[in-house]
């Protein structure tokens, strides 16, 4: 199982920009599909967006345009760019990695947006 660590993030003021970062341990990282999911207040878990292994990406359509992830193997680290917040995009944010069929979660990083 990978163990998972985000950081990044906090209160912003609508329209700001946060980077969220999760670092990996283990060394499957590189052969793992990373992803970044979120859950607000009273709300159930949802996807954010997902990279695999080769580094193709998935959006969910509320991040398509604002919100870019990305990963450094070498660092064993993905990132979250989220740019143009909205206060709907309040939630804790997890990272999630999926390797031969077991996922792992890191323990949430709150992301707070004013309006």
């Known amino acids: 199982q990978v163990q998972l660590v985000e950081s990044g993030g906090g209160l912003v003021q609508a329209g700001g920009s946060l980077r969220l970062s999760c670092t990996a341990s283990?060394?499957?990282?590189?052969?793992?599909?990373m992803g970044w999911y979120r859950q607000g207040p009273g709300k159930q878990r949802e996807l954010v967006a997902t990279?695999?292994?080769?580094?193709?990406?998935n959006y969910a359509d509320s991040a398509k345009g604002r919100f870019t992830i990305s990963r450094d193997n070498a660092k064993n680290t993905v990132l979250l760019q989220m740019n143009s917040l909205k206060p709907e995009d309040t939630a804790v944010y997890y990272c999630?990695?999926?390797?031969?069929?077991?996922?792992?979660w890191g323990q949430g990083t709150q992301v707070t947006v004013s309006s």
């Open positions: 990279i695999t292994s080769g580094g193709s990406t």
């Open positions: 999630n990695a999926m390797f031969m069929g077991i996922r792992s």
């Open positions: 283990g060394r499957v990282f590189s052969r793992s599909a």
